[in-house]
């Protein structure tokens, strides 16, 4: 059955790349691009025009409830992704971050169960639960927010579980952990190294090295929001990991990406790049069989493939114009 589904985000890393997969498996997108004076609708306008056939796109803000209701009003799912991502610039305005992810989310939740939205999936993240106390980490795992964006992203999961508990509204969080892949900004570690490798330097500015998180390609995250989409009714109220389940050191991953790149790599950790140290996640591993009892996802990469797919998307002619290498960017 077609569905239309509404994608807030759907500019960014993970939006453009879910608008992908939800057209490829025959739905049709409405897709909110956050207004700009240029008119950009972000990785959206890099899209095949195949696929951009399929899609609404229209210009509006979280933030503002007129923009959420016009973006809902009809459709058959929602699949709410719009957010201020990265950790280090939360540390430098924690208001955005809180008007963004926790406003913005309470206007989805709230249009949502005015207009009778028959389900919205809302995305949360790994850094939810802090550093590992267990591993793998299931969705009972304790919550700790180390940073300010993820004390917001705690928010807008607990406003999603307050809207099921309270009003009843069909809402599934879907809690994806450290996601990779094409169209990733320097701001994340993965494209930060492949970058400079890229542009010839054998000396890495880096962040911390000892951390140890779970990569997933960004293929298979959009394809555990389509099984969170289209899934059973069962799965209405609850959270849901979606990781790769294999957990690797930043430094190991490093050395990885230069041995597919052919490439000798020297790291060069720098302060200005590390998290404070209370605020610094030093495990994340994700138990993701919860997700893969109630649905066929399963993640489909191996690391190396994913690394090799990104590897290959970012040394393309003219894409390293993406990845401003003489300055740290959060």
């Known amino acids: 059955m077609q569905l239309t589904v509404a994608v807030t985000g759907a500019g960014g890393f993970i939006g453009s790349h879910l608008v992908e997969t939800l057209v490829g498996a025959g739905h049709r997108v409405r897709a909110l691009a956050q207004y700009n004076a240029r008119s950009s609708a972000g990785w959206l306008d890099d899209l095949d025009s195949d696929v951009l056939a399929a899609v609404d796109v229209r ?121 990779y892949g094409p169209r990733q900004s320097s701001r994340a570690v993965i494209p930060t190294i492949i970058s400079q490798l890229a542009a010839g330097q054998e000396r890495i500015a880096i962040g911390s090295l000892t951390p140890t998180r779970d990569f997933s390609y960004v293929a298979d995250i959009t394809r555990a929001f389509l099984a969170a989409v289209t899934g059973p009714d069962t799965m209405l109220g609850r959270v849901y990991n979606a990781g790769s389940g294999r957990e690797i050191s930043v430094e190991a991953v490093a050395h990885l990406i230069a041995g597919i790149m052919g490439s000798r790599v020297e790291l060069a950790p720098e302060a200005r790049r590390t998290r404070p140290a209370a605020s610094e996640i030093h495990r994340l591993h994700a138990d993701s069989s919860a997700l893969q009892a109630v649905t066929s996802w399963r993640p489909e990469h191996t690391l190396e493939e994913g690394l090799a797919a990104t590897v290959a998307w970012i040394c393309r002619p003219g894409n390293l114009r993406y990845y401003d290498l003489h300055r740290y960017s959060i």
Request: net charge negative; aromatic share 8%; charged share 20%.
């Open 59 to 179: 210009f509006g803000d979280v933030r503002d409830p007129a923009s959420v209701r016009t973006l809902l009003d009809g459709v058959d799912a929602a699949c709410h992704l719009a957010a201020l991502v990265t950790v280090p610039y939360s540390y430098e305005l924690p208001g955005s971050y809180v008007q963004t992810n926790v406003v913005g989310t309470h206007n989805v939740l709230e249009v949502a169960r005015e207009l009778g939205t028959p389900r919205v999936v809302c995305a949360s993240c790994g850094e939810v639960y802090g550093t590992a106390r267990t591993v793998p980490m299931a969705e009972d795992h304790p919550l700790e927010a180390r940073s300010p964006y993820a004390a917001t992203k705690v928010a807008a999961d607990k406003l999603a579980e307050s809207y099921h508990l309270s009003f009843g509204l069909p809402v599934v969080v879907l809690r994806p952990f450290n996601t």
